[in-house]
T-cell receptor, first 115, second 109 residues
Framework: DAGITQSPRHKVTETGTPVTLRCHQT?????MYWYRQDPGHGLRLIHYSYGVKDTDKGEVSDGYSVSRSKTEDFLLTLESATSSQTSVYFC??????????????FGEGSRLTVL | KNEVEQSPQNLTAQEGEFITINCSYSVGISALHWLQQHPGGGIVSLFMLSSGKKKHGRLIATINIQEKHSSLHITASHPRDSAVYIC???????????FGAGTILRVKS
């Protein structure tokens, strides 16, 4: 199994509080992704990173920020959580090369509930 | 219209049946991924293919680039195959995957 872990796995928080989710990999993959999964929407890309300090927005990036200060860690931050950000968040990594994403490896998911 | 469409949305099969899940896409892709997600569980990559056919155990994935269509077949289905199956297109331009909404498969014993 690919070495990718997310923390926390479950979190309940209140509207307006900051939340940070962590994704840690031991595969030395260049590309890391944060997705959210909601009923009726499937997986949607929030942000991704293609290297240390190199990040870009996905299709649902509003209200989220990310940071990648080292290869193995990709942090997703909700500066001020809202109820619409209640979701299951998945981190993924890939050894993307030559225009192909390559095989994807997903973390176990982090279930966030914003009250 | 979604860029990646899956059918059916829900599928119930009897153990032992041959199952087909379809994925059609309207955008240019460089590869097509099939993923599996068990209830309450994580997501596992089953296949990544850009042409032809791949087989792993009882699972077979095919893709027809000209017709922009891919299929996932499960032979001799088993209750443990019950899961959500998701296809995703690796966009030809841009570092992006576009996901289908998923097919919920239930295999009854």
């Amino acid at each position: 199994d690919a070495g990718i872990t997310q923390s926390p796995r479950h979190k309940v928080t209140e509207t307006g509080t900051p939340v940070t989710l962590r994704c840690h990999q031991t595969e030395n993959h260049r590309y890391m992704y944060w997705y959210r999964q909601d009923p009726g929407h499937g997986l949607r890309l929030i942000h991704y990173s293609y290297g240390v300090k190199d990040t870009d927005k996905g299709e649902v990036s509003d209200g989220y920020s990310v940071s990648r200060s080292k290869t193995e860690d990709f942090l997703l931050t909700l500066e001020s959580a809202t109820s619409s950000q209640t979701s299951v968040y998945f981190c993924a990594i890939s050894g993307r090369t030559g225009g192909f994403t390559g095989e994807l490896f997903f973390g176990e998911g982090s279930r966030l509930t914003v009250l | 219209k979604n860029e990646v469409e899956q059918s059916p949305q829900n599928l119930t099969a009897q153990e032992g049946e041959f199952i087909t899940i379809n994925c059609s896409y309207s955008v240019g892709i460089s590869a097509l991924h099939w993923l599996q997600q068990h209830p309450g569980g994580g997501i596992v990559s089953l296949f990544m293919l850009s042409s032809g056919k791949k087989k792993h155990g009882r699972l077979i994935a095919t893709i027809n680039i000209q017709e922009k269509h891919s299929s996932l077949h499960i032979t001799a289905s088993h209750p443990r195959d019950s899961a959500v199956y998701i296809c995703a297109g690796d966009m030809e331009y841009g570092n992006k995957l576009v996901f289908g909404a998923g097919t919920i498969l239930r295999v009854k014993s």
